[in-house]
């Protein structure tokens, strides 16, 4: 099972980018990378899914690079409503679906 | 709203009691899952029902015990609980196209449980 590694938390401020990396050495041919988003006594919301290279949406950037032995979540220009539990995922088949401690970002006003 | 329902929102119940928790997507999706979510925990796959064919019971005690009836449904009965089983139990669903990556997973809000 490929684990992932990311950090506990982090601090920003409104109007900041945030970049939030996830380690996952152990990568399988067929992992994707995928991230979600998880406020207080809510079910956890999907951001984004990635291979390679970069993928981008209305809400986040994920960066990967050649050997997708990491990413990079990038959260442009945050609000305090993007305070939350970020988690980074490596799934392919249910069997790894496994959710880590994942990173709480607290962004001040 | 994700599409994902569940009920009750919140639930006290006593150990010797039997309980059932409910779930309905509204998505059309083909996999169902129950994770729980202790305090300051990560979330645990407990069940997966893909097609309504339980593929994934991760361990879990005999007193949980999942029902997928059709493939919007999806129930926990619960009975004889320890207070440990109190936690935040989510269901989500997905549509699995097997082999070609797993897409994302709507969440439902979440039955808040109190074992006393």
């Known amino acids: 099972l490929a684990k992932t590694t990311q950090p506990i938390s982090m601090d920003s401020y409104e109007g900041q980018e945030v970049n939030i990396t996830c380690s996952h050495n152990n990568i399988a041919t067929n992992d994707y990378i995928t991230w979600y988003q998880q406020f207080p006594s809510q079910g956890p919301r999907f951001i984004i899914q990635g291979y390679k290279t970069k993928v981008t949406n209305e809400v986040a950037s994920l960066f990967i690079p050649a050997d997708r032995k990491s990413s990079t979540l990038s959260l442009p220009r945050v609000s305090l409503s993007d305070t939350a539990v970020y988690y980074c995922?490596?799934?392919?088949?249910?069997?790894?679906?496994?959710f880590g401690t994942g990173t709480r970002l607290q962004v001040f006003p | 709203e994700t599409g994902v329902t569940q009920t009750p929102r919140h639930l006290v119940m006593g150990m010797t009691n039997k309980k059932s928790l409910k779930c309905e997507q509204h998505?059309?999706?083909?996999?169902m899952y129950w994770y729980k979510q202790s305090a300051k925990k990560p979330l645990e796959l407990m069940f997966v029902y893909s097609l309504e064919e339980r593929v994934e019971n991760n361990s879990v005690p005999s007193r949980f015990s999942p029902e997928c009836p059709n493939s919007s449904h999806l129930f926990l009965h619960l009975h004889t609980l320890q207070p440990e089983d109190s936690a935040l139990y989510l269901c989500?669903?997905?549509?699995?196209?097997?082999?070609?990556?797993?897409?994302?997973?709507?969440f439902g809000p979440g039955t808040r449980l109190t074992v006393t």
């Open positions: 998505l059309g999706h083909n996999a």
């Open positions: 995922l490596v799934v392919n088949n249910t069997d790894k679906l496994i």
């Open positions: 989500a669903s997905s549509q699995e196209l097997r082999g070609q990556g797993l897409y994302e997973q709507y």
